[in-house]
């Protein structure tokens, strides 16, 4: 069973524009999220992070919004940069503090 | 200062065949976890190594196997090579006493292939 569910394996968006990823899941017990960024032969980084007590968290270019009674999340990214092409997956620790990852979705930003 | 590293970068491997996987962690670091991330699908967790020990093991079978050496690095062991194996294996370090999961910081990765 995926607890945590990207279903969009890819987005493409202009540069300059808005980007928005998606996640669902569906432990209610989760109570904190995290997005990770991956580049191309290295491993995954941190991007940014939202407890369930907030509904939004922002740092620079980079949003998450939380809607626990959806069990949603999306990462919004403003404005997309062709250096945000990347593969982003977003993630939870269980109760035992394991991460459960998404599949990831691929973001392409062009020119 | 290094950050994790891991090797070898890519390795090509016969059913039924054995392989070692090695990861050195970040400088300060004294907690080992290993994913492994399949085509199309994010990291899954394996185990973690603290103080030489296994600590948590994900849904992974005992062909799967590790250890933690006194200097922290970790080697990830894996029995009877299966075709579903074929994966990159990923190995994060962090440290124990920090539990934030942002302060996990993850290798390049090891591409195994099973033929």
């Known amino acids: 069973d995926q607890q945590v569910k990207q279903n969009s394996p890819s987005l493409s968006v202009q540069e300059g524009r808005i980007s928005i990823l998606n996640c669902d899941y569906t432990?209610?017990?989760?109570?904190?999220f995290l997005w990770y960024k991956k580049y191309p032969a290295e491993g995954p980084t941190f991007l940014i992070s939202?407890?369930?007590?907030?509904d939004k968290n922002e740092d620079g270019r980079f949003t998450v919004f939380l809607n626990k009674s959806a069990k949603h999340l999306s990462l919004h990214i403003v404005p997309s940069q062709p250096g945000d092409s990347a593969v982003y997956f977003c993630?939870?620790?269980?109760?035992?503090?394991?991460?459960?990852f998404g599949t990831g979705t691929r973001l392409q930003v062009f020119p | 200062d290094a950050g994790v590293t891991q090797s070898p970068t890519h390795l090509i491997k016969t059913r039924g065949q054995q392989v070692t996987l090695r990861c050195s962690p970040k400088?300060?670091?004294?907690?080992v976890s290993w994913y492994q991330q399949a085509l199309g699908q994010g990291p899954q967790f394996i185990f973690q190594?603290?103080?030489?020990?296994?600590?948590q093991r994900g849904n992974f079978p005992d062909r799967f196997s590790g250890h933690q050496f006194p200097n922290y690095s970790s080697e990830l062991n894996v029995n009877a090579l299966l075709l579903g194996d074929s994966a990159l294996y990923l190995c994060?370090?962090?440290?124990?006493?920090?539990?934030?999961?942002?302060?996990?910081?993850f290798g390049p990765g090891t591409r195994l292939l099973v033929l």
């Open positions: 939202i407890s369930s007590i907030k």
């Open positions: 400088s300060g670091h004294d907690t």
């Open positions: 432990n209610s017990m989760f109570d904190y």
């Open positions: 190594y603290y103080e030489e020990e296994e600590r």
């Open positions: 994060a370090s962090s440290l124990a006493s920090t539990s934030a999961q942002e302060t996990q910081y």
């Open positions: 993630a939870a620790p269980d109760y035992t503090d394991k991460l459960i």
